[in-house]
Every structure is written in C-alpha cells, then in structure tokens.
C-alpha cells in the first residue's frame, strides 16, 4: 500500500504544468504562522547533537508528561512501533495479532502494522469495546482529516479494557496543540503505566514541519525501551535547540491558538459560502469538506492553481488553515471556480 500525502507541490505543479510559484497550497495541516527562529549559536551547528535536560524538563511542562522523549518526527516511531511491541509482548503472534484502527484517519499507521502481518479492524466514531487478548488499539484525537474526538472518560474506559486484555493503547495527538488541555490523555498517564503510548507532533502546530521533530509521552518502561532505540545522534542539534525555545514560550502558544482559531472561523465563513449545504468538519490546522464529487473538484481547483488534500476515500477535501494573504487567494480562486463547483454540486 502506497500513502500519498499532502505536501507534494513539485508533482503536482509539473502534472498540471503550472509554475509552483503560482499555486496556493493548502494541502497540509501546517500552520501558516510559524515559532520564529531563533539565533542558533554556532556550537549547536559544530557540536554532536545532545538532548538537554533543560529540552526534557519544557517538553514535559508543555505535554503536562512524567515521561517524555524527543524523535525525529512522530512518524519515526510509527514505523518502529510493530517490532518493539513484538519484542515487548511474548504473547504477540504476527500471524494472529490484532491491531485497531479507525478506518478513516492517518494511513501510515495502518501501513506499518499492516507490513508486520497483523490482522487490521476497523472502526470509526465509536471506540471499540471487544478486543482480541495481546493487540494495539490505535486512536487519532483529533483525527485527520474526520476531526473525530474522544474525551478522557472514552479513553480512560478504553485503556482499561485493554489492560484486561493484555494490549497496547497507541494515542495519536498530532493536532491536540489546538484543543483545550483536558483533551489530551497525556496527564492520565503514571509512571508505571504500561500500555499507553501517546504520540505528539511538533511541526504542525508550530509551523515548523520541515525540521522533523516529535515526541512521545508514556510510563517509564515504554520511556526506557523507546529511548534505548533512539540512535545516539537521530535528531539533529538545531531542531532540538529550537524545540526547547519555542516549547518553553507560553505568551507565543497562546498567540498562535488565537490566530489559528481566527483564521479557521474567517475560513470555514468563505467555504460554507462556496459549498453550501454540505457537511463540513473543522478546527484550527485543518478543514475537511465531504463532496460527492470530490475528485472532480480536486481536479478544477489544480487547474486553477489550488492544492488541498483529496482523502483517501476520494468522499472529501481537506484545506488547511490559511493566512490572511492566503484567505484573499483562495476568496479569488472559489470565485473563478464558482460555477464549476455550483454545477458539479448539483449533478
């Protein structure tokens, strides 16, 4: 199974033969706004890269975690998970094993565990409840590109029950920066809790995607496994050094949630103005406009020079947030594209 993501502006502007300085892309969950970088001292470019104590200390103040670790991008650990959870879990069987996911949602998680020969369950909306003994319970909250979301109640029931069945809770909390503290399950985890995993991104919400740095909040028996598998130099020392900034400062948090959340209100007013009537689902990285003819629509807006997210399912497109410079054009395009979208609406 290939995943295809947003982001690949190259492909498609020489698909549509149209110069990649002429498109508005919006077809990842990117803030527009990004931390601003600070001025890396010179023996951070010279120096192996260390992760500090002081990085550890603000990542657990941000995450509100016991423990917590730095990656090379949450996405890292996605793809390790299945073989840490076999040498974990004796009872794990590649030939039996069952992992849970939701049918709609990040697809790199179903690949990885599809790829380790493991038997794949769906759900969407609802959290399982019947779960096979020694499997992986994988939630996104939110998810993307649905924005499904599950309170603590919901999760702290699942993980119960996957601790009576001997599995793993896997929380993927990319886009949680944007919600209210007490939507993420981080602070429930102790430190000797031992089957929850919770994955946090770093570059979406603060913009900065392109310098490939995650974390991963759990007990200290995940800690330890996870750490003694992280390679003495994975991350490289500016991102680490501009992670532990931009962490620890809490007046540019709470001025990147408000703009975020002004800038998603102004752009859910534009599209519920070009498709009405419509269901829509929304926060403050990303917007998801579910169409019948989806693919159609992807196609006019590249030929007009825009580029969001065809879904996997080819049932919706996701925009992320826009800047306001971005709002203008993308006001300017969905009106060239009016009467195409008006037409292919009504058929």
Not at 230 to 239: D, H, Q, V
Request: hydrophobic letters at 35%.
């Amino acid at each position: 199974m290939t995943v295809l993501h947003g982001g690949q502006l190259t492909r498609i502007a020489k698909e549509y033969n149209i110069p990649k300085s002429q498109w508005l892309d919006l077809s990842t969950g990117i803030a527009p706004y990004s931390y601003p970088i600070p001025s890396i001292p010179i023996n951070i470019w010279q120096d192996l890269p260390t992760i500090t104590d002081n990085l550890l200390f603000v990542a657990r103040q941000y995450y509100q975690a016991k423990y917590c670790w730095p990656l090379s991008g949450s996405q890292s650990l996605i793809e390790k998970l299945p073989e840490l959870w076999k040498t974990q879990n004796k009872a794990f069987n590649t030939d039996i094993s069952h992992v849970y996911l939701p049918k709609v949602g990040y697809k790199e998680h179903q690949q990885a565990w599809q790829k380790a020969g493991c038997k794949l369950h769906f759900y969407q909306q609802y959290l399982p409840t019947d779960i096979e003994n020694n499997s992986v319970v994988v939630v996104i909250n939110p998810n993307n590109p649905s924005n499904d979301k599950f309170n603590q109640a919901q999760l702290k029931s699942l993980q119960e029950t996957c601790e009576k069945t001997n599995s793993l809770l896997v929380i993927d909390e990319a886009f949680a920066d944007i919600l209210s503290p007490e939507w993420s399950f981080v602070s429930q985890i102790q430190a000797q809790t031992d089957n929850v995993i919770v994955l946090r991104s770093f570059g979406k919400f603060f913009g900065l995607a392109g310098i490939r740095i995650g974390f991963v909040c759990c007990g200290l028996q995940w800690f330890n496994r996870i750490r003694q598998t992280t390679g003495p130099w994975e991350i490289n020392g500016p991102a680490l050094y501009i992670a532990e900034q931009a962490l620890a400062d809490k007046n540019w948090h709470k001025k990147q949630i408000e703009k975020l959340q002004d800038q998603s209100q102004k752009q859910q007013t534009l599209l519920i103005k070009y498709f009405p009537a419509v269901s829509t689902q929304s926060n403050a990285l990303f917007m998801t406009v579910f169409l019948n003819n989806a693919p159609h629509i992807y196609r006019i807006f590249c030929q007009h020079g825009l580029y969001v997210r065809l879904t996997d399912e080819n049932d919706a497109l996701r925009f992320g947030i826009c800047s306001n410079r971005q709002l203008q054009q993308l006001e300017v395009i969905l009106k060239d594209c009016d009467k195409f979208i008006s037409h292919n609406l009504t058929e």
